[in-house]
């Protein structure tokens, strides 16, 4: 029982067989058979284990924007396996895998992509911790689209001129990657997780603040800058970095060496300074000459936006523009920091069974099933 709620709990299995799975494009999936774990959420919602619905391109895909966001400092100590950079290095850890940005090689979706991080990630970074993977639910980021409509607005342009152009090829290879996907992780014994009406972001943020009372460390396997707001001792991230070829660990120390700021003011740099990515607009767009040197110096002396703005409200805080800014607009970074926020109140309850040693018995089979599978699509486009 949950909260006085049954719990109907079954077996994650599947019955894809990659080795009947055609080369791509003309792949034939048999339809897989994923039991799930569903809590009685408002709204129907559940926590579902399915087929992945494919998002537009993602906030952030392994193509260097992790990279760039931390000013192309070089990470090379301590970025594999147990070595992630800083001390406590003994306590567990659990893994949360952003599953949606590894699935794309920058705008394309790509199971080349995928089956490179994933391999080097089962291999090099998570071991046999627990890993659990989410996905992004449809519908998600709607509450932040009634708030801020150009809220990834170009994506969903995007996403819209693909289907227009091909829908039913595109559904198609949509769900043919999403059945080869969720195979691979099944058989890797990986958990997942998929919330329908919430973006994934949020789903780990909830699971992470659920999870560190029970002594883990958290680590956020994803190249969505989106997370830094999540940093601390307790939390890290590992992202993939083309460049190198390789994970690497974004840790407390590696975010205080960039910004020489404490992360829990990161959420209201963002807010001031906006995210170009998820189409949320800085201050800048409405004050020239506000920008991120400005916001970081007055965020150290004030701590956080509201604290900021609410001294602005009654007293000089900086030059005449940054003061008039911070009047005249404090509704509008207000907005941008409700639409940034990550939440922490997804109701999706964090289960005993996903936080055991991961079983990687199988990995080497799994993955030499994907790469096969791709190496005979390989072929197949060739000699077309």
């Not at 969720?182 to 994934?200: R, W, Y």
């Not at 680590?219 to 994970?247: G, H, M, N, Y």
């Amino acid at each position: 029982m949950i909260m006085g709620l049954k719990l109907v709990e079954v077996a994650v299995t599947t019955t894809v067989n990659l080795h009947a799975i055609q080369p791509f494009p003309s792949v034939s999936v048999q339809s897989a058979h994923l039991h799930c774990i569903k809590f009685p959420l408002k709204r129907t919602s559940e926590v579902r284990a399915l087929l992945i619905s494919e998002s537009p391109p993602p906030r952030s895909s392994p193509s260097g924007t992790f990279r760039r966001t931390v000013g192309r400092q070089s990470l090379v100590k301590g970025e594999i396996g147990n070595n992630s950079g800083d001390k406590g290095t003994n306590r567990k850890r659990v893994f949360f895998l952003d599953v949606n940005p590894l699935c794309y090689d920058g705008s394309t979706p790509s199971l080349d992509a995928f089956g490179h991080w994933i391999s080097l990630f089962f291999s090099q970074v998570s071991l046999t911790d627990p890993v659990i993977a989410v996905f992004d639910g449809e519908g998600g980021g709607e509450h932040r689209r009634r708030l801020l409509p150009s809220y990834k607005e170009h994506r969903r342009r995007f996403l819209a001129d693909r289907l227009s152009v091909t829908s039913q090829k595109h559904a198609k290879d949509r769900a043919e990657r999403a059945q080869v996907v969720i195979h691979v992780l099944s058989k890797c014994n990986v958990p997942i997780v998929k919330v329908e009406g919430q973006e994934a972001d949020d789903v780990v943020a909830t699971l992470a603040e659920q999870v560190r009372p029970r002594g883990y460390r958290v680590v956020i396997a994803s190249p969505d800058k989106d997370f830094k707001q999540l940093i601390s001792e307790d939390v890290q991230i590992v992202c993939p970095i083309t460049e190198l070829k390789r994970w690497s660990f974004y840790t407390l120390k590696h975010y205080l060496a960039q910004y020489n700021c404490d992360p829990c003011s990161d959420l209201s740099y963002r807010s001031i300074v906006g995210d170009e990515v998820d189409g949320v607009p800085g201050i800048q767009s409405v004050a020239p000459g506000f920008g991120r040197k400005t916001a970081l110096k007055l965020l150290k002396r004030h701590g956080s936006l509201e604290n900021l703005l609410n001294a602005a409200a009654v007293r000089t805080v900086g030059k005449q523009y940054v003061q008039d800014a911070l009047v005249e607009h404090s509704d509008y970074l207000r907005r941008n920091y409700q639409v940034l926020a990550l939440r922490r109140d997804v109701k999706v309850h964090l289960q005993d069974e996903w936080l055991v040693q991961r079983d990687r018995c199988h990995d080497s089979a799994a993955l030499a099933d994907l790469f096969n599978l791709l190496g005979q699509r390989k072929r197949l486009l060739t000699r077309k």
